[in-house]
């Protein structure tokens, strides 16, 4: 123990002058869950919960982590299968993660199932604790009583989509198969179901059925998506499964680039569906192929004291749209570092002041820089404009500002962020006099 101790405060270096490092300790759990009762009064299904811990600073190597979980508020409602790295005692286990990472994992998957003798909508609640050796301090804490899994009982249908593997490296043009399947996990006959298909706007030719209604693609200040709702009358036992009549396929466009193949799928008759979680997924579909971004520049002029609309200009060459359907970030920012001798007196919509470096700047007019956020999507041929007004304070022959556009994070070129070919147009200036 004294061993891990030692390595998990000396992990980390600062310099003096460096900010005091925090870390935190947190438990990854289910906020609630619903237990089947059985099939035709047989023995309840068992259902797979994953629980695990994290931090917050990668800095810091935190290790020998015990996850306390108590189950003592089950009784009567649910039963619970403690994993190997459990070790029970009474109605509680401690369990062993030796190694706390900083992102969250299922590392402790408990198997749990409705007590016998359960009735639906009995409920109870399995709280955490957590501790491990690391951090600033030598030990980290999850906060206390802040962590729970809610379990109902239940009966009805619970239909699940198999899982699907991502889309990579596919051509625009290129036809691709889904493999949907749509299995009834639940207790309960599913009495007919929908199914609800969307596609981004760099797919096209979904497969057409007989049950479905199909919605094309519309430009309503949304990234544009197609849709198909189908209906089916199948009825689903426990256990069954259903697999469209013919195979769905997508084709991608000459625009594809980051796209997404969203489905979901619902009990029809207001039935209500055991587990919700599992009747939604979405299919990443990545395509090789490119989407230039360019900036423009302008060139003022003025006596000093005379104001100057300075116009920049972002473009999107194409041949792909962008869109991040995922995180909602800004698909680029535009940077204005303000050429000497004057300064902005507005700002338009969308920018934000800062200083050099990119820190807080207290007031809209006269920083040194403006970031200015493009939506988190942009069509093969966008373009916007944005025009900043300009005072020529000191008259600077020659002066000019750098004009520029960037991802949210990193740069283009690196990372994620390889799909523009030519990073000589993302640079400009803002020339004066």
């Not at 286990?93 to 969250?104: F, K, L, Q, R, S």
């Not at 009583?145 to 051509?171: C, H, Y």
């Not at 009549?245 to 039935?271: C, H, N």
């Not at 050099?356 to 916007?384: H, I, K, M, S």
């Amino acid at each position: 123990m004294a061993c891990l101790l030692t390595a998990g405060v000396a992990a980390p270096a600062f310099a003096a002058d460096d900010p005091p490092q925090t870390d935190q300790l947190w438990i990854k759990k289910p906020y609630q869950h619903t237990l089947p009762l059985g099939i035709d009064g047989g023995q309840p299904q068992s259902r797979t919960l994953g629980v695990g811990i994290y931090h917050d600073n990668g800095n810091f190597t935190v290790t020998d982590g015990r996850l306390t979980v108590d189950v003592s508020e089950l009784a009567g409602v649910a039963e619970v299968t403690w994993p190997d790295n459990c070790t029970p005692s009474g109605a509680s286990a401690v369990c062993d993660i030796p190694v706390v990472p900083t992102t969250g994992a299922d590392q402790v998957l408990l198997t749990v199932r409705a007590a016998d003798g359960a009735e639906v909508g009995a409920q109870g609640r399995i709280t955490y604790e957590a501790t491990a050796t690391g951090g600033p301090d030598g030990t980290l804490t999850a906060p206390h009583e802040s962590f729970e899994t809610t379990l109902t009982v239940g009966s009805g249908p619970d239909l699940a989509i198999a899982p699907l593997d991502d889309i990579k490296d596919a051509q625009p043009g290129d036809e691709r198969t889904i493999p949907f399947k749509v299995t009834n996990n639940g207790n309960e006959s599913a009495n007919g179901f929908t199914v609800t298909f969307h596609t981004s706007y760099g797919l096209t030719d979904l497969t057409r059925y007989d049950a479905c209604t199909y919605t094309a693609a519309e430009d309503n200040g949304y990234p544009p998506t197609a849709t198909a709702h189908c209906t089916f009358d199948q009825v689903l036992a426990p256990g069954d499964s259903f697999e469209l009549p013919e195979p769905l396929t997508v084709r991608l466009t000459p625009r594809a680039l980051a796209e997404r193949f969203d489905i979901d799928v619902e009990p029809s008759a207001g039935a209500q569906d055991l587990d919700p979680r599992n009747d939604y997924t979405a299919l990443q579909i990545r395509a090789v192929n490119t989407a230039d971004f360019s900036v423009t520049g302008d060139a003022i002029s003025g006596a000093a004291g005379e104001t100057a609309t300075a116009e920049l200009t972002f473009k999107n060459n194409g041949p792909a749209w962008l869109g991040h359907l995922g995180s909602g970030d800004p698909v680029a920012v535009v940077r204005l570092i303000v050429p000497p001798g004057t300064k902005v007196t507005g700002v338009p919509s969308g920018c934000y002041p800062h200083t050099l470096d990119g820190g807080y700047y207290p007031r809209p007019a006269g920083a040194p820089r403006y970031d200015c956020y493009l939506p988190y999507w942009v069509l093969e041929d966008t373009q916007r404009t944005f025009a900043f007004p300009v005072r020529i304070d000191t008259v600077v022959p020659g002066a000019t500002g750098a004009v520029s556009i960037h991802p949210s994070f990193g740069e283009f070129g690196e990372y994620e962020n390889t799909f523009d070919p030519d990073l000589t147009n993302n640079t400009a200036v803002l020339a004066v006099n």
